[in-house]
């Protein structure tokens, strides 16, 4: 049953579609949509993590170590990704076809990888703007974070937390503070506000990170250099407008940036609404409620605009008076199929048209000269008015085609279940042919053609070939799953815990804001100047 299908047979219990507007009978759809979602697979803890008491091996291509048996450390262990499935057999990996090396210089992507890319630079469309696009990409960055020396492993706090403007640590958020009034550092420019630059200017001309930034995790590593040296477009001039975040990726493109400033903006215009209502507090106190006002905002945000978006109808409203009395309500963990199904390439534009001026997408990565010159609402409604790509097969631009060939040897590596297993996983049905799958003919062919069993698609291939139907984003398994995730990991979130979520806490006037914000334009409409549309849907 197709997600929508199930609202229209929990609308279809209630006595008259007028009531159906009623915000009691509002809630309670919502309700019983979330329940059922949440409980289409068993609840966390899973009995099987990523964690191998073995080291990662040394060179490239190596088979990855991971148990096959519960342990503690993988049921408490949260530096290792959990998983929702024990790994497939070794006979089973062994029986997928084979896809070639990810590695550009050896030659054209593999017969899977190809599954993916995109012809010619035609865009298949769909119904999402490219503001949507750049929301998940900045969204999921915050949570969904892989260790790149070791992929079984993660640097996620494995919360919504806002982690994009206040950093994964404490010591993290107290460098991104201005120390006055409760506010982040920020700087205007253009007489907007935006984050504080990283860098200064030295008197012979080369930049230097700035003295109270040098303590950034991802400066005093050297991760933000290696990822600077990864980019051959990056030169001096955009390197001197990268802007202090809480991420490492924080700057790698003017979408994300844009939406961190906005959140910026937001939780700095709080502090000054605070510290009037509260002219006693002192810097901490106005941070930390301020914090907490702004990261239920983007709970809310999320539940409301974003994946309602996803479902292609409106059914979810912001409810936290059920959650903690649900067998699914347990602590955090995010799932590498969480991870790896959100590569959701497909929805990158060949082509932003922003000021009658168009953008290709290389021009929007690492590049806040470009956002400064052109304005935060002119963004925001250009990415607006402009069609992303469509979830799925066939639709990965050239670029990064490589990083789907990643993925698909990353799930192989972690040795992920069939398609159809992870279907009965959550309660699905599996399939039994390929036209269940689609009812594109020649996708049919191919996969018949590589995988010859329906039994033997593979996660990844399988959650991106399958339809979308009723209006939603993708396939009947990928939507379960996001759902299923994105719920039992917002809803669960400590800001909405009901001995947390009042006025004691976040204050009568936090309440306030966010029961007045139900979407990202609510937000765009307090902290942008200009009459700047910022939709999900075009």
């Not at 020396?149 to 919504?160: A, G, K, T, V």
Request: charged share 20%; proline share 6%; with cysteine.
């Amino acid at each position: 049953m197709s997600l929508l299908d199930l609202v229209r047979r929990i609308a279809s219990t209630f006595p008259a579609k007028e009531i159906l507007a009623v915000p009691v009978v509002e809630h309670q759809i919502s309700r019983l949509a979330i329940e059922y979602l949440a409980s289409r697979t068993p609840p966390r803890p899973r009995p099987l993590s990523l964690w191998s008491p073995l080291p990662m091996p040394p060179g490239p291509g190596q088979t990855l170590p991971i148990t096959d048996y519960t342990s503690w450390p993988g049921l408490t262990d949260r530096t290792f990704s959990s998983r929702h499935l024990p790994p497939a057999e070794l006979a089973y990996t062994a029986s997928l076809p084979a896809n070639g090396s990810c590695d550009p210089q050896a030659g054209p992507p593999g017969p899977i990888t190809s599954l993916f890319q995109r012809e010619s630079g035609r865009m298949i469309p769909d119904r999402s703007s490219v503001l949507f696009m750049f929301f998940a990409q900045w969204f999921t960055d915050s949570f969904l974070r892989f260790n790149a020396n070791d992929r079984r492993r993660n640097s996620s706090n494995h919360e919504i937390d806002l982690c994009q403007i206040y950093g994964l640590t404490e010591s993290t958020a107290t460098l991104l503070r201005s120390q006055t009034g409760g506010k982040l550092a920020s700087q205007i420019i253009n007489g907007e506000e935006y984050p504080e630059y990283l860098y200064l200017r030295q008197p012979d001309g080369t930049l230097k990170v700035k003295e109270k930034f040098q303590g950034l995790p991802y400066i005093s590593s050297g991760l933000l250099d290696l990822i600077l040296a990864q980019q051959s477009n990056v030169d001096d001039a955009r390197k001197a407008k990268l802007f202090a975040t809480g991420l490492e990726r924080g700057n790698s493109s003017i979408g994300y940036v844009a939406i961190s400033t906005l959140f910026l903006r937001e939780h700095n215009r709080l502090c000054d609404a605070l510290a009037g209502l509260q002219p006693h507090w002192n810097d901490e106190r106005l941070f930390q409620t301020a914090r907490l006002i702004n990261i239920a905002l983007v709970l809310r945000i999320v539940i409301e605009d974003y994946i309602n978006h996803i479902a292609g109808q409106r059914v979810f409203v912001f409810d936290n008076s059920f959650a903690e009395s649900q067998n699914w309500y347990r602590t955090n963990w995010m799932a590498v199929e969480f991870d790896m199904l959100y590569r959701w390439h497909g929805l990158v534009p060949e082509t932003v048209n922003i000021k009658n001026q168009v953008y290709k997408p290389g021009d929007f990565q690492t590049n806040n000269d470009l956002l400064e010159s052109v304005g935060l609402a002119a963004l925001i409604e250009g990415a607006s008015n402009e069609t992303a790509g469509k979830i799925g097969l066939f639709n990965t631009p050239r670029f990064l085609i490589w990083a789907e060939c990643q993925n698909i040897t990353m799930g192989r590596s972690f040795r992920l279940r069939s398609f159809n297993e992870y279907r009965k996983q959550f309660s699905l049905a599996p399939l039994t042919d390929w036209d269940q799958l689609t009812s594109d003919v020649q996708v049919q062919t191919t996969l018949k053609g590589l995988y010859k069993d329906i039994n033997k698609l593979e996660f990844v291939v399988g959650l991106f070939a399958e339809e979308a139907k009723s209006g939603g984003l993708f396939g009947e398994l990928m939507t379960t799953m996001v759902a299923v995730d994105a719920f039992t990991q917002a809803l669960t979130n400590p800001v909405l815990s009901t001995h947390v979520f009042n006025s004691a806490t976040l204050t009568t006037y936090g309440l306030e804001q966010i029961a007045a914000t139900a979407s990202l334009q609510d937000l765009v409409n307090r902290n942008v100047e200009g009459a700047a549309k910022a939709v999900f849907g075009v």
